[in-house]
């Protein structure tokens, strides 16, 4: 009778060592003011900014909110472009419920295109589909900038977020001609320099590893 092997698969592997990733921060987060430069290494990891330069459109996600909408509005402002493309989010099924009933209700995006209004931005398209998650998003912009010939765009992102959807963009562009540029938001709450000082950054960090980590486990080349 043949003895069948117990072999862990690839994933429980990544897994398992993204959850020592993790458990390695959270420790690195107790210890004295000596490590604070591994902490801030570590927070600089998940933050990308690429040079700025003239480009033919803005895109911003809905998840970037107030801070991408300032910076999207000062890039405007500064002639880097006059175009701003808002990425709506899927309504959720309260904000769906108040549709039905046609109660007028500003959501998350119509809240964002007022305030770029409000801002001094007259050039604002918003993307007709909605996109459930960052691989999603990134699939659809190219998509947009394929329709109306953008050759050269760039994403405002949350600074915690930002190396992650750099590396889903890339995957999604491809072979394409559209150059992409990422910038963090510069009113982003996470400062990868202090990160570890607050809750709300240590949960932001931690949540934010374990998905870089898991993006490189699913993707090594990029």
């Known amino acids: 009778m043949m003895k069948v092997m117990n072999v862990r698969p690839r994933r429980s592997r990544w897994l398992a060592l993204i959850a020592f990733a993790i458990v390695v921060v959270v420790v690195l987060a107790a210890v004295p003011a000596s ?27 809905q998840w ?9 509005a000062d890039l405007v402002r500064a002639g880097i472009a006059r175009r701003v493309l808002l990425l709506p989010e899927p309504l959720k099924p309260a904000e769906q419920e108040l549709a039905r009933r046609g109660v007028p209700y500003l959501n998350g995006n119509a809240a964002l295109e007022k305030l770029l209004h409000d801002l001094g931005v007259a050039d604002v398209d918003v993307n007709a589909d909605p996109a459930a998650g960052t ?18 765009l760039i994403v405002v992102s949350g600074a915690d977020h930002s190396r992650r959807v750099r590396r889903v963009l890339r995957r999604a562009a491809g072979n394409a001609s559209t150059k992409v540029i990422v910038r963090s938001a510069r009113y982003s709450p996470f400062d990868p320099d202090r990160w570890w000082t607050t809750r709300d950054g240590i949960r932001t960090g931690i949540v934010e590893f374990e998905k870089l980590l898991l993006d490189v486990a699913r993707h090594p080349i990029g």
Do not use: K, Q, Y
């Open 135 to 152: 691989e999603d998003e990134g699939r659809a912009l190219l998509s947009w900038c394929d329709e109306r010939r953008i050759r050269s």
């Open 64 to 72: 970037a909110g107030t801070a991408g909408a300032l910076d999207a």
């Open 35 to 61: 490590r604070h430069e591994m902490l801030r290494a570590a927070g600089r990891a998940l933050v990308v900014d690429d040079p700025i330069e003239p480009v033919d459109a803005i895109a911003l996600p």
